[in-house]
């Protein structure tokens, strides 16, 4: 079966800024990868190459197979994408805003569509331009969704949402991609929300991809804060554990599994302290985007 | 201190913090010093008046232009005491820039009579900034057609008339108090537009025309008439493609030329004419058809400034547009832009047509000035057509680019050499008409043969 979404080698730059260099990602159909990464990691810019909305410098990138670049018709019905900006066709009326775009779509499904605008309370009769972010997002949400997508592109949709309506989509998705196996890159910061949908995680830093893991997996490391004076620290070997990042001089981050931590830490020569920060996934993925 | 530091910040970001501006008034106070120290006495005064009004007449256009920019800005996210501050940097720029060297042309002994007349090109600026195109074409207009009698070189001996004085002075007092008010009424227009959080507002057309501040049966009115619209864009949506119309909704360009409005504006002109036919029969003279030209070829160049900045504002619902599987093909989605470019012009060039039709049957304007006004049009649309096919079809869209001065100064230059014809320079009309059309012929070109930028790509060079 041909990938849902595929980027191999893709370089852009801004203005002499090397953005992205040499990226690799592929998603397979029904994956659910959750995309993270610092503020200007170039996530929003690694997406929109991948729907094709802007040039990449080199590399290559597909959906459903197709290049990005010259998406069929076919393949272009089968992409839904939420965009980080909500407020989009502010002129328009909620309702007129999704016939608009709906009549775009030859299969657009009203009854799904009209469900979740019940079910999330969106106004369809007030001008785009003046609902809150909150209501904007989900009007975002529901258009996209309302194509019944294969492939769905996130980018940040639910930073304005209260957290029960952030839950909702969340489950939303999460019942679409049980029913119906769509493929979802979800780029977020808040990675509870990733959690409960994304079974892969993706952290993009320096313009490649720092980490791709399964959620599972992500679930069973732990953070790890060596102190020790430099020149011993220098001497210790980290080669077998996940992640090192060196804060400060003296002070090393780890990560490692969680049922090896007490085997790695014993190892550890003498006049090394450790101490275990164990406390959630965020603080241990957040190691990557650093 | 606090204070002083803040203020001097905002001076700053309203004035100073540019380089070219800043070497400009660097170069005009320093050669004002060179030439106080080499005059006399008696003339200092004049040199110090002149060097400061000139420098005080940009820098009033550049800070109101920065007054509304950052007001609008900071009342939009609701930033606290901006207001506060503009004003208080508008007090500084008027201190500095016309306070100092009033004092310094009072402490030599000038005559305060013309020392207030400082005023006159601060409230100048003001005005520059607000109403750039109309002062100047207005300005340019009065000059063309009345042999410069409007000029600017016109006014100086009316200056020494002290009633004129008083009444430039007046005038200008009442320009920058209204000028220090600038803030304030933007920010009111500005400030953060009513938020509808939720769906409750509408439960009922009632509740709803009552939230939007409507009244509910006229809202019940206008959202049938608005759904009907909807409905005919949505009917132009189908697999074969779609209509221009269905185009111009999803980047909220205005749609059909209002035809109602080019009347209003061909009646207006008319009656100008005919005001000015009485006033100089003459038809040796220059008219003001000349004038109703170029404010036509103005005219022109907004409407198609319209569609550019439409489709560079509108890149995130193109983004979005351009995914769905019935968004039409780059060769098909150029038609519909040429066909909007066409239709852009049409009231204008309607408009342009009967005009010149009543002012030639009517004697209103010479047959040479028809000739320069055929010219005119056609070069105006030449650039503003060639300007918009070149941005659509570049790489990226830059707020500043280079090809497009280049095609707009082939224009203004190709129309200047035809004019001045074969007898100035060999080949003058060709050379003229070669550079008159350039413009057109490189932007069809370039919009033929490269891609269509859609969505549009912005760079901004701050």
Redesign the interface.
């Given at each position: 079966m041909l990938e849902a979404f595929k980027c191999e080698a893709v370089a852009k730059s801004f203005g002499g800024r090397r953005v992205l260099d040499g990226l690799n990602l592929t998603v397979e159909p029904g994956e659910t990868v959750g995309l993270l990464g610092a503020n200007g990691a170039g996530k929003t810019t690694m997406l929109?190459i991948l729907?094709?909305?802007?040039?990449a410098d080199g590399g290559r990138s597909s959906i459903g197979g197709e290049p990005s670049g010259s998406?069929s018709?076919?393949a272009?019905?089968r992409?839904g994408?939420v965009?980080q900006?909500p407020a989009?066709?502010a002129?328009?009326?909620g309702?007129?805003m999704l016939?608009?775009?709906g009549?775009?779509?030859?299969r657009f499904d009203w009854q799904y569509t009209e469900s979740l605008i019940e079910r999330w309370?969106?106004?369809?009769?007030?001008p785009i331009?003046?609902?809150?972010p909150?209501?904007q997002q989900r009007l975002s949400i529901v258009?996209s969704l309302g194509?019944r997508p294969d492939f769905v592109v996130l980018d940040e949709p639910i930073a304005a949402l209260d957290p029960a309506t952030r839950l909702a989509v969340i489950e939303e998705l999460v019942q679409e991609h049980r029913a119906r196996g769509i493929a979802i890159i979800f780029s977020s910061h808040i990675t509870g929300d990733l959690v409960r949908l994304c079974n892969r995680f993706v952290v993009l830093a320096g313009g490649k991809i720092a980490l791709n893991e399964s959620t599972v997996s992500c679930g069973n490391w732990v953070r790890i804060v060596v102190t020790a004076p430099e020149d011993l620290l220098r001497t210790v070997d980290f080669s077998r554990y996940r992640h090192v990042r060196t804060p400060k001089e003296g002070e090393r981050t780890l990560v490692a599994l969680r049922a090896e931590t007490t085997d790695a830490l014993a190892q550890l020569p003498h006049g090394v302290s450790a101490s275990i920060e164990d406390k959630d996934v965020e603080s241990v993925l957040s190691e990557w985007m650093q | 201190m606090d204070a002083v530091n803040r203020h001097w910040q905002v001076l700053r970001a309203l004035v100073l913090a540019r380089p070219f501006v800043l070497v400009c008034l660097a170069l005009f106070y320093v050669v004002a010093g060179f030439l106080l120290l080499m005059l006399d006495a008696d003339k200092k005064i004049s040199v110090i008046l002149i060097m400061c009004a000139i420098p005080a007449c940009g820098v009033f256009a550049i800070a109101t232009q920065r007054v509304i920019q950052y007001t609008d800005a900071g009342s939009s996210l609701g930033l606290p005491r901006q207001r506060e501050s503009m004003r208080v940097g508008q007090i500084w720029v008027l201190c500095v820039f016309v306070g100092i060297p009033a004092g310094i042309a009072a402490a030599l002994g000038g005559n305060l009579s013309y020392i207030v007349l400082l005023l006159v090109p601060a409230a100048s600026g003001v005005l520059l900034a607000i109403y750039a195109r109309w002062v100047f074409f207005v300005w340019i207009t009065f000059a063309v057609t009345t042999r410069g009698t409007y000029s600017f070189g016109a006014w100086m001996p009316g200056l020494g008339n002290p009633w004129i004085r008083a009444i430039l002075v007046c005038l200008s007092v009442a320009v920058l108090y209204w000028w220090l008010g600038l803030a304030n009424r933007i920010a009111r227009r500005s400030a953060p537009a009513l938020v509808i959080a939720d769906a409750r507002h509408e439960s009922t057309t009632a509740s709803i025309g009552q939230a939007l501040g409507a009244d509910p049966k006229q809202y019940e009115l206008y959202e049938k008439a608005y759904d009907r619209g909807i409905t005919a864009v949505v009917s132009g949506i189908t697999d074969r493609g779609i209509t221009k119309r269905a185009l111009q909704v999803g980047l909220a360009m205005p749609g059909r030329t209002n035809w109602r409005f080019v009347g209003v504006m061909i009646a207006i002109s008319l009656v100008a004419l005919l005001f000015f036919h009485l006033k100089n029969p003459n038809p040796a003279q220059p008219t003001a058809y000349l004038g109703f030209t170029l404010l036509t070829a103005v005219w022109l160049f907004g409407q198609l400034n319209v569609v550019t900045q439409a489709w560079k504002a509108r890149a995130n619902e193109e983004a979005l547009l351009v995914l769905t599987p019935r968004w039409p093909a780059p060769d098909k989605l150029k038609s519909l832009f040429l066909l909007i470019i066409l239709e852009r012009q049409g009231g204008t060039w309607a408009a342009w047509i009967l005009v010149s039709l009543f002012a030639t049957v009517l004697r209103w304007a010479a047959v040479e000035e028809i000739f320069i006004s055929v010219v005119i049009m056609i070069a105006a649309s030449s650039c503003a057509t060639g300007a918009l096919m070149l941005a659509l079809s570049r790489k990226v869209f830059k707020e500043v680019s280079l090809l497009t001065i280049v095609a707009l100064l082939c224009g203004a230059v190709g129309t200047g050499v035809f004019l001045v014809g074969d007898d100035a320079i060999a080949h003058g009309q060709l050379f003229g008409l070669s550079l008159i059309l350039a413009p057109i012929a490189v932007g069809a070109l370039s919009f033929s043969f490269r891609p269509l930028q859609f969505p549009a790509r912005i760079i901004n060079k701050q």
């Open positions: 929109k729907l094709g909305l802007l040039p998406l018709s076919g272009r019905a992409i994408y965009p900006t989009q066709f002129w328009l009326t309702r007129a016939r608009y775009v009549a775009f779509y030859p309370k969106i106004s369809l009769r007030t331009g003046l609902l809150s909150g209501q258009r194509a | -």
